[in-house]
């Protein structure tokens, strides 16, 4: 079995501040990870992704990510918050020669920038 | 390259009816997905077709179903809706190598009354 949990409901960040999405999962063997970012009635939006080789994953929107295998952890980072950032993130899991419908997603933590 | 689809965009039901969501998948891109996201309960997987084949289901009742057509075009459709299926309803598509993310359509946002 794979699970995904994302510990906060919500983050609060000022703008310019950097911000983090915490993510930590559970899955046997190694993980492929992902991030998305759903805004206000809009489908999800690939982030980033973690497959293999370096731990520091970079993605879209100045947005990045850390693998940390003994922690199991991905967090979404990003240096320097926009009020454009405030959205729904999702985390993702899914195991290796697994197809798309045996990922896990988590239940979602909503970021809110304040200016 | 167009994004996925989804039509309708919004829908209004009432209980005892039944109601079929259509969604093209980006060209190329012969995995679709099915998700319902709801407040309380998040993203749920619904199922996952594949050439034609539903190749994953998720822990929904028979009331739910789907196909996908040979130009990898898929329908969902729900029967006797109940309140409770009040959702937005995600498609996604996704190139069929397990190292590829997904690409999901705006969403139908279904209300049962």
């Known amino acids: 079995a794979q699970s995904v949990a994302q510990p906060e409901d919500q983050v609060n960040v000022a703008e310019g501040n950097p911000l983090t999405v915490k993510c930590t999962y559970s899955?046997?063997?190694?993980?492929?990870l992902f991030w998305y970012v759903q805004y206000p009635n809009r489908g999800l939006q690939f982030l980033l992704k973690y497959i293999t080789g370096d731990n520091l994953v970079k993605g879209s929107y100045g947005f990045e990510a850390e693998f940390n295998k003994s922690q199991t952890s991905f967090h979404l980072k990003k240096p320097s918050a926009l009020v454009s950032d405030s959205a729904l993130y999702f985390c993702?899991?899914?195991?290796?020669?697994?197809?798309?419908?045996?990922?896990?997603f988590g239940d979602g933590t909503t970021l809110t920038v304040k200016p | 390259k167009a994004g996925v689809t989804q039509t309708p965009r919004y829908l209004i039901k009432t209980r005892g009816q039944q109601v079929t969501l259509s969604c093209s998948p980006i060209?190329?891109?012969?995995?679709v997905s099915w998700y319902q996201q709801t407040p309380g309960q998040g993203l749920q997987f619904l199922f996952e077709?594949?050439?034609?084949?539903?190749?994953n289901k998720g822990n929904f009742p028979g009331r739910f179903s789907g196909r996908q057509f040979s130009n990898s075009r898929s329908e969902m459709n729900v029967s006797t809706l109940e309140l409770g299926d009040s959702a937005l309803y995600l498609c996604?598509?996704?190139?069929?190598?397990?190292?590829?993310?997904?690409?999901f359509g705006p969403g139908t946002r279904l209300t049962v009354t």
């Open positions: 077709y594949f050439s034609e084949t539903q190749r």
């Open positions: 993702a899991v899914r195991r290796p020669n697994t197809n798309a419908g045996k990922s896990t």
């Open positions: 060209s190329g891109h012969r995995s």
């Open positions: 996604a598509s996704s190139l069929d190598t397990d190292i590829y993310e997904q690409y």
């Open positions: 899955v046997s063997g190694n993980p492929y």
